[in-house]
């Protein structure tokens, strides 16, 4: 099992940037593959971004392809999500998440992730 802790959400301006961390506790961290959705107030949970175990691929929304950035790095059990050039439209909750995997390319289907952290808040003002 593995346990999640997200941080580094709040406010900030139209074109700021923000890195928000998923802390894991558990075993075997890097046999996880990491995954990043958010939920605007309102609307369905969506995905933003993952990466595979090694940190050697990585698959974006196309909301977000160019301006977010996800990492990880394993020695520190710690994923990143690098937001660059936030638009209001930003505003959610995020959520990282984990799932078991030996695939190459990480999968973005919210249903096959097991461990969900409890969610940072974003917000982008205007």
């Known amino acids: 099992q593995v346990q999640l802790v997200e941080s580094g959400g709040g406010l900030v301006q139209a074109g700021g940037s923000l890195r928000l961390s998923c802390a894991a506790s558990?075993?075997?961290?890097?046999?996880?593959?990491i995954s990043w959705f958010r939920q605007a107030p309102g609307k369905e949970r969506e995905f933003v971004a993952a990466i595979n175990r090694s940190g050697s691929n990585t698959v974006y929304a196309d909301s977000v392809k160019g301006r977010f950035t996800i990492s990880r790095d394993n020695a520190k059990n710690t994923v990143y999500l690098q937001m660059n050039s936030l638009k209001p439209e930003d505003t959610a909750v995020y959520y990282c998440?984990?799932?078991?995997?030996?695939?190459?390319?990480?999968?973005?289907?919210?249903?096959?992730?097991?461990?969900w952290g409890q969610g940072t808040q974003v917000t982008v003002s205007s």
């Open positions: 558990g075993r075997s961290f890097s046999s996880y593959v």
């Open positions: 998440a984990a799932r078991y995997s030996v695939s190459y390319r990480p999968t973005t289907t919210e249903d096959l992730y097991n461990y």
